[in-house]
């Protein structure tokens, strides 16, 4: 009998259920730390998480482990090369929501432009539009898009219909790929100086860790508005804090954190200029039905002993 175990997070929990084998027995729910996580995931073979879950090294260790399914792309929540040292393989789902997250980005831009934190806020104390900030138009601007991959390639499509300059900054990115969406890959300080939005969009990696601190937003112009939808720590937080605070920037929208969840007590949600989401970019009905079916497709193909396509399976992150 196969054990396996599902996190909470990966709705529809149906669509799992009725995917897996038969002979599997199936269990939902994993804690969202270390400790929890150990005792809900002993005496599993097989586990489905999201990046809720932290996989670090002491849970892994402390496992009966055998494969893991990371739904998404992110893998900063699972060591993975301390699986490796464990004969544990792991698979992943590369790529695949990368769609849902660039519509996202959007979205969080065009609420942030339109300042809509504040525009509720007015609602909800009656006092309607006459004290409203205006907002800023779209239409026109330059965009910056830092990292792109799968998802900075989709913004860059998508920003096709509103009239603006795309500006990219990858050092990985061939520079046809910028052309292709009408834009051109430039250093980053060009970027920052150069964008009135900076949609962040990068892979967390050591290289990328804290790459938007003090010194960049130093770079950009007061009225740039910064939007983060791929890792947390791939912007530094303390930094972005005293900017909003010192209006050396307009705004930002942020999809992700350093800390998740975020705390009630965070600074920014008492700033109007700032629009929030709890981690829900890939979120959407469509992506996530194709996610589950391929991870499942991942997880049981694996554990039959087949082979999988080598996208599939997660690289160890290098210095």
């Not at 996989?55 to 792309?73: C, F, H, N, P, Y």
């Not at 303390?238 to 954190?257: K, N, Q």
């Not at 890939?282 to 087949?306: F, H």
Request: charged share 25%.
């Amino acid at each position: 009998m196969t054990h396996i175990a599902i996190d909470q997070d990966i709705t529809p929990t149906e669509r799992v259920l009725d995917s897996l084998p038969d002979a599997w027995e199936a269990s939902v729910g994993i804690g969202s730390t270390e400790e929890t996580a150990i005792s809900d995931l002993a005496g599993v073979d097989v586990a489905l998480v999201t990046s809720r879950v932290p996989l670090s090294e002491r849970v892994i260790d402390a496992s009966d482990l055998g494969l893991v399914g990371k739904l998404g792309t992110g893998l900063d929540s699972v060591d993975v090369a301390a699986a490796r040292a464990r004969d544990i393989e792991v698979t992943y789902t590369p790529g695949m929501n990368a769609l849902s997250v660039a519509e996202h980005t959007l979205t969080l831009l065009l609420a942030t432009a339109r300042r809509l934190t504040e525009a509720r806020g007015l609602i909800e104390t009656d006092r309607w539009r006459d004290e409203m900030t205006l907002g800023t138009r779209v239409s026109g601007s330059t965009v910056g898009i830092v990292g792109f991959g799968n998802v900075g390639k989709r913004v860059g499509s998508l920003l096709g219909g509103f009239d603006v300059d795309v500006l990219v900054n990858d050092p990985y990115t061939a520079e046809i790929d910028a052309e292709l969406v009408g834009g051109r890959n430039v250093p980053l300080g060009e970027l920052l100086a150069d964008s009135d939005f900076v949609c962040v969009t990068a892979e967390l990696t050591p290289e990328t860790r804290g790459l938007i601190g003090d010194p960049e937003f130093e770079r950009m112009d007061q009225s740039t508005i910064l939007v983060n939808t791929a890792r947390g720590p791939v912007v530094d937080e303390t930094a972005l804090r005293s900017a909003l605070e010192h209006d050396d920037i307009a705004g930002a929208g942020l999809d992700v954190h350093h800390s998740e969840p975020l705390g009630s007590d965070s600074a920014f949600l008492d700033m109007d200029s700032v629009v929030l989401t709890p981690h829900i970019a890939s979120m959407t009905l469509q992506s996530r039905r194709e996610l589950i079916d391929r991870l499942v497709e991942n997880v049981t193909t694996l554990w039959r002993g087949d082979p999988l396509p080598d996208r599939y399976l997660a690289p160890v992150a290098t210095e």
